[in-house]
Nanobody, 126 residues
Framework: VQLQASGGGLVQAGGSLRLSCAAS????????MGWFRQPPGKEREFAAA????????YYADSVKGRFTISRDNAKNTVYLQMNSLKPEDTAVYYC????????????????????WGQGTQVTVSS
């Protein structure tokens, strides 16, 4: 199983980026996919999640209204569209996949996810 994250970069505050996470090695149609981020010197934190079969989405309060998670079934790829970026969004962003469709209250837990991508750096300048 492989998760390949891409799309990070340097952007000015107020700008946008779209991250991609290409999944391979197995079908994830019964899984939940998540995006987490780790700011410099801080712990990894939940950003967004999507249930692959239903398309239901979940967001951390800090990104709600600015970030949108989506998936493309044909490409086995999950996206994170990030708009109105702020310097505090600077972090390494990781995609993750869970074998289990946990209840929504579990989706922000790192331990709910079984597979992780390598991370992609997002830097937002002020």
């Amino acid at each position: 199983v492989q998760l390949q994250a891409s799309g990070g970069g340097l952007v000015q505050a107020g700008g946008s980026l779209r991250l991609s996470c290409a999944a391979s090695g197995r079908s994830f149609t019964s899984s939940t996919m998540g995006w987490f981020r780790q700011p410099p010197g801080k712990e990894r934190e939940f950003a967004a999640a999507i249930r692959w079969n239903s398309g239901n989405t979940y967001y951390a309060d800090s990104v709600k209204g600015r970030f949108t998670i989506s998936r493309d079934n044909a490409k086995n790829t999950v996206y994170l569209q990030m708009n109105s970026l702020k310097p505090e969004d600077t972090a390494v962003y990781y995609c993750a996949a869970s074998n289990v469709n946990y209840v929504s209250s579990y989706l922000a837990r790192i331990t709910s996810y079984d597979y992780w991508g390598q991370g992609t750096q997002v830097t937002v300048s002020s």
